[in-house]
């Protein structure tokens, strides 16, 4: 689709004029519209509305400031350049306060107002990229993935700039942080969208029966195979296959992976004939695969040929505040599935979820919520609903923290130390409020919460 052509609204009653500053434009590569009243103006918003407004203040039905704010109230993507006489330097700066970009004094040059919109344009460009970029990074969700980190942004736009090739994806991250979602949400966005997603966990299938679920088989093909197996690999033709915890698999199968990988044809157990299948491959390992080719455990050449693009997916520890976002998520799903009526953490228990550390990730906090839903009943997630290990680190005591009196004259304090005191203070400030706390000092609560329990 070609790129729209910049739009700009010349508003001015003088017919003469208006055709002048239409024929300086010329040659700007912009489309010029003349009208002659405010009315005339206002109606030009309802359909397009222009990028640039060179708006004339005295107008014969109502006066431009009045243009300008209409505009502004209606949030407008669109900058105005006020065009005024020489005697309205007033109103023009009245305008500017009003929200104008500039303003130019009559009698305009060419050059004059061929600058001007030029710039109008660019601070428009810049205003729509400003706010895609808000709107990128500002999402809480993303094809079933809950976050609004910057660690979590960072994952969404890899997956949504890794989507629509075929390359493979290589997902690492510890268990629980949600690897199956990420390759899930790739699937989503890719072009495969309308075939199979087929899912392999390497490490919960046996390894003699491992070759038999990712190729296929045909019946009799070795001791208890009464059956003919199509295999995930042919399962999944023209979509995508899978393979979670693939460090797991054994290194005689891997061999057999990576010459499918590369001539993309599935040889089935007791069959002569190979298959074509047209899959794109993600995989994810919750270890270091860099030290499992080291050591010996994955072979080299087949982590290569996976590792096209690389995703990480962050523990929950280090999203900041995406613990409370998962955690309300969850509550609402697991409430509405029970018939129960919670809506809201109290502030103790939003503290005792920041403080703790999420060893198993999401998926204990996943656990963790529905376990409060089932055996508690009410509208407010307390504290002691809380399994008591968790509970209890939101009530520590506070770290020590050096002692507030300022240092002697000359003396320098150790950085720590006047953190330690900023966050002291703040605390103390707030009464006790870590979340407030954290507000006013601009960081996360859990960044708070982390230097407490290394510093205390």
Known sequence: MPPLIPQVLIVEDVSTLAATYAAYLSSEGVSATAVQTGREALAQFDDRPPD??????NLP???????LREIKQRGLPTEVIVVTA???????????REGAFDFIVKPLSRERLRVTVRNALERRKLTDTVEALKEEFGRDQFCGLVGRSLAMQSVYRIIQSAAPSSATVFITGESGTGKELCAAAI?????RKDRPFVAVNCAAIPRDLLESELFGHVKGAFTGAATTRLGAALQADGGTLFLDE????????????????????VQ???????????????????RDPRAAVAEGRFREDLFYR???????????????????????????DFAHQDGKKFSRFSPEAEDALLAYGWPGNVRELQNVIRNVVVLNDGETVEAPMLPAGIARSGTAGPARVPSAAPPAQGSILPLDDVIDRAIA????????????????????????????????
């Open 268 to 286: 089935r157990l007791g069959e002569d004939k190979p298959r074509q299948a047209d899959v794109r491959v993600v995989c994810a390992t919750n």
């Open 187 to 191: 699937h989503r966005l890719s072009k």
């Open 52 to 57: 640039v407004v060179a708006l004339d203040i």
């Open 86 to 96: 020489q005697g309205s330097i007033n109103t023009a700066v009245e305008a500017m």
């Open 306 to 332: 996976l590792y096209v693009i690389p995703v990480q997916m962050p523990p929950l520890r280090e999203r900041d505040d995406d613990v409370l976002l998962l955690a309300q998520h969850f509550l609402q």
């Open 425 to 456: 203070n703040a605390i103390a400030l707030n009464e006790g409020s870590i979340p407030r706390a954290a507000a006013a000092l601009k960081v996360s609560p859990s960044t708070i919460y982390r230097r407490r329990q290394a510093r205390g």
């Open 246 to 265: 693939i460090g797991e698999m054994d290194p005689a199968l891997q061999a057999k992976m990576l010459r499918f990988l590369q001539t993309g044809q």
């Open 61 to 67: 039905d109502m006066n431009g400031i009045d243009v």
